[in-house]
């Protein structure tokens, strides 16, 4: 009789944009121009699918505006849901609890917007959940690039200004406040504005 497969204890959230031409990277077209951005945004994309496919943890992939399940992301190696929530906060706080409610131990989410990103370190970030509450991996410009926890913190996703610089230091400011240990990972870009692209992007 052939063992049983157990359930992965540790989940890895993707939360990813539907590519749609001028309703992605929009920051980054104003200066470069849609076309540019889009064609970034799906590199971006592919760079984040093959960091994550071979890691030994349960994904889901959640979309902005519809499950595509056509796309180059494999159904069989990703789940595929849909966001859901009236900000950026929400959709993050909902998506943590089905997770944990669904009996994971750690999560950690991320997006798909950091080429600096690697296995290396998303595995360090399960690897710190083993001895504090929270991970989480700051972004140079002033956001973060993945959070991690082991249950659920509702205040980290309330009272933002999401997409601005002060993010990180809020979501710090609460953490603290919460008594909560955490582990702060190495600083990452996120790519957002021309000035974030690195040379052969350009």
């Given at each position: 009789?052939?063992?049983?497969k157990?359930?992965p204890?540790?989940l ?11 309703k ?7 200066t470069?121009?849609d076309?540019?951005?889009y ?8 760079h ?9 943890f ?11 399940t056509?796309d ?9 849901l ?34 600096d ?9 399960f ?9 989480i ?23 933002k200004?999401w997409g601005?610089?002060?993010v ?10 919460s008594?909560?240990s ?12 021309a ?5 052969n992007?350009?």
């Amino acid at each position: 009789m052939s063992k049983r497969k157990s359930k992965p204890q540790s989940l890895l959230i993707i939360f990813y944009r539907n590519p749609e031409l001028g309703k992605v990277k929009t920051r980054l077209a104003a200066t470069i121009g849609d076309a540019k951005a889009y064609s970034i945004y799906l590199l971006l994309s592919e760079h984040t699918r093959d960091v994550v496919e071979k890691l030994p943890f349960h994904k889901i992939l959640y979309y902005s505006d519809f499950v595509d399940t056509d796309d180059t992301w494999s159904s069989a190696v990703h789940e595929k849901l849909i966001q859901s929530g009236d900000n950026l906060g929400e959709k993050m706080e909902t998506a943590f609890r089905t997770g944990f409610n669904c009996g994971y131990k750690s999560i950690c989410i991320i997006g798909t917007d950091c080429l600096d990103l690697s296995a290396r370190i998303i595995k360090e970030a399960f690897r710190r959940l083993l001895t504090h509450d929270v991970v989480i991996g700051p972004a140079v410009d002033g956001g973060y690039y993945l959070l991690g926890m082991n249950y659920l913190h509702p205040a980290v996703f309330k009272n933002k200004n999401w997409g601005t610089n002060s993010v990180l230091s809020e979501t710090l400011d609460d953490l603290k406040l919460s008594g909560l240990s955490f582990w702060q990972l190495e600083t990452l870009n996120d790519i957002d504005r021309a000035e974030d692209l690195p040379p052969n992007f350009k």
